[in-house]
């Protein structure tokens, strides 16, 4: 593990990662190196931009870490996931939980921010619906921008459409 993080250093390392896996199945112990190990070889698949190579991995990645209940690695499995757009599925823990589910990186009143922004609603209308001033809304804006990869209020509105985080009880009108 120790060699593949290293030789990650200089870039996309899959055949150190691949070699840690083998290693790690190879011990038949440490169970729980497994699906760290098999997250970083698909991570260094989807860093050479082959998401095909990438899909393997971390399916196995989410399998061993669903099994681990390992819901840090998990979580990092679906956002890598979402980020390279693979079909894999995501968390079956992520699932029924509406917005948390879906985007676990952000706060309540971040999700609650999202709302607005997808809504359409201006750093202002977000403020006074929310009872904060436009700098704070804008900097949860900032935030929720940051934590989702997205360049804009348009795509970070797409995403939460896509996502379904409009599709529960709490959606703005």
Same mark, same amino acid.
């Given at each position: 593990?120790?060699?593949?993080?290293?030789?990650?250093?200089?870039?996309? #390392?899959?055949? &150190?990662?691949?070699?840690?896996?083998? &290693?790690? +199945? #190879?011990?038949?112990?440490?169970?729980?190196?497994?699906?760290?190990?098999?997250?970083?070889?698909?991570? &260094?698949?989807?860093?050479?931009? +082959?998401?095909?190579?990438?899909?393997?991995?971390?399916?196995?990645?989410?399998?061993?870490?669903?099994?681990?209940?390992?819901?840090?690695?998990?979580?990092?499995? +679906?956002?890598?996931?979402?980020?390279?757009?693979?079909?894999?599925?995501?968390?079956?823990?992520?699932?029924?939980?509406?917005? #948390?589910?879906?985007?676990?990186?952000?706060?309540?009143?971040?999700?609650?921010?999202?709302?607005?922004?997808?809504?359409?609603?201006?750093?202002?209308?977000?403020?006074?619906?929310?009872?904060?001033?436009? /700098?704070?809304?804008?900097?949860?804006?900032?935030?929720?921008?940051? /934590?989702?990869?997205?360049?804009?209020?348009?795509? #970070?509105?797409?995403?939460?459409?896509?996502?379904?985080?409009?599709?529960?009880?709490?959606?703005?009108?």
């Amino acid at each position: 593990m120790i060699r593949a993080h290293l030789a990650g250093l200089d870039g996309p #390392a899959p055949d &150190a990662w691949r070699a840690a896996l083998d &290693a790690v +199945d #190879a011990a038949e112990g440490p169970a729980h190196l497994r699906p760290f190990a098999a997250y970083r070889l698909g991570e &260094a698949y989807v860093l050479l931009g +082959d998401r095909a190579g990438a899909e393997e991995p971390l399916r196995r990645a989410a399998a061993d870490a669903d099994a681990l209940g390992a819901g840090l690695i998990r979580r990092w499995i +679906d956002d890598l996931v979402r980020r390279a757009r693979l079909g894999l599925p995501p968390s079956p823990s992520g699932s029924g939980h509406g917005a #948390a589910g879906a985007f676990p990186a952000l706060t309540d009143r971040e999700r609650e921010v999202l709302r607005l922004v997808a809504a359409g609603r201006s750093n202002r209308q977000i403020g006074e619906e929310l009872f904060i001033s436009t /700098k704070t809304a804008s900097v949860h804006v900032s935030n929720i921008l940051a /934590k989702l990869g997205v360049s804009g209020r348009g795509e #970070a509105a797409a995403l939460a459409h896509r996502e379904g985080l409009l599709d529960d009880q709490t959606r703005v009108s």
